[in-house]
């Protein structure tokens, strides 16, 4: 997984750079939402994956459909049929548009309910004051933290999903470093 300080720093420098340039920029990071409202001092926010907007339509926006877009305003259709959140989510299977109609997986699966619902999210994701205008990647959230709602450890304001992360990742591999390796190592 990228380090979720770097992740900050190409953000960051996307942001400044696209608006020295005046280029359009779609990020598929939630936290962009973040980073431009907090670059800009408030005036812009990038809603959703869409490039930042002074537009106060477009800010108002952000609040309803920004951030991760999982279940909220997309979804994925695999070539099967089955139907998931979105496209790094291939395990959350929430219905088959062959026995199913698409809308009404759309409107009524459990999932994506919960998906839409900000207030429902867990930790430091769940506390957060850019919760509405980001949310985290939900498929982060779910692959690192087993939840579809926990927190998203690929970002900046994360620290303590990451670190535990990190230091599990480390005791994995210690476990199964032989008593000779570990002796080499010291
Ligand atoms: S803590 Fe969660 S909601 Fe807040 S900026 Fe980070 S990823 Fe987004």
Wanted: hydrophobic share 35%; proline share 5%; glycine share 10%.
């Amino acid at each position: 997984m990228t380090s979720r300080l770097r992740r900050e720093k190409v953000l960051k420098k996307l942001y400044v750079e696209s608006t020295r340039r005046k280029v359009e920029v779609y990020s598929t990071a939630p936290q962009y939402a973040r980073v431009t409202v907090t670059l800009s001092g408030g005036r812009e926010v990038a809603a959703t994956h869409f490039t930042a907007s002074a537009d106060p339509v477009i800010g108002a926006l952000a609040e309803y459909i920004g951030g991760c877009g999982a279940g909220r305003i997309y979804a994925a259709i695999e070539p099967n049929g089955d139907v998931t959140p979105c496209v790094f989510m291939p395990s959350v299977v929430v219905g088959n548009v062959r026995y199913t109609e698409f809308r009404e997986i759309w409107e009524r699966s459990p999932v994506f309910r919960a998906l839409r619902n900000r207030k429902a999210l867990e930790g430091s994701c769940g506390r957060c004051g850019f919760r509405y205008i980001c949310g985290g990647c939900r498929a982060r959230a779910l692959a690192y933290t087993g939840s579809i709602t926990g927190p998203d450890p690929g970002c900046v304001m994360n620290r303590d999903v990451w670190e535990r992360i990190v230091l599990h990742q480390r005791v994995e591999r210690w476990a199964t470093v032989t008593p000779l390796e570990a002796q080499r190592v010291a």
